[in-house]
Nanobody, 126 residues
Framework: QVQLVESGGGLVQAGGSLRLSCAASGRTFSSYSMGWFRQVPGKERQFVAAIRWNGGSTYYADSVKGRFTISRDNAKNTVYLQMNSLKPEDTAVYYC???????????????????WGQGTQVTVSS
């Protein structure tokens, strides 16, 4: 059974930083792509960032480019999302997900990812 557990969310002031972690178990972590998505109540879930199985390629939503960095440690079965220069509009529940992305355009799609974590709340105050 695949499990993804996010941590690291919280309340931060605008301009601050947070680092989210997602610990995976139940499958060969290093063989799969990982993604981060976020969702605000009443809105659709939105792609944030993704990383190839070997960390060789990363993908970002335009809204977070230059501020967020996704990385992974396959030895620890963990993917990270370093979030800097946070803005109030970054406030959301952040989810990590795992799947098998076979083309570049697949990384941004929810349907690519088979398993999802429970989410962690990030709140950025102005």
């Amino acid at each position: 059974q695949v499990q993804l557990v996010e941590s690291g969310g919280g309340l931060v002031q605008a301009g601050g930083s947070l680092r989210l972690s997602c610990a995976a178990s139940g499958r060969t972590f290093s063989s799969y792509s990982m993604g981060w998505f976020r969702q605000v109540p009443g809105k659709e879930r939105q792609f944030v960032a993704a990383i190839r199985w070997n960390g060789g390629s990363t993908y970002y939503a335009d809204s977070v480019k230059g501020r967020f960095t996704i990385s992974r440690d396959n030895a620890k079965n963990t993917v990270y999302l370093q979030m800097n220069s946070l803005k109030p509009e970054d406030t959301a529940v952040y989810y990590c997900a795992t799947g098998q992305a076979r083309r570049s355009e697949s990384y941004v799609r929810e349907s690519t990812y088979e398993y999802w974590g429970q989410g962690t709340q990030v709140t950025v105050s102005s």
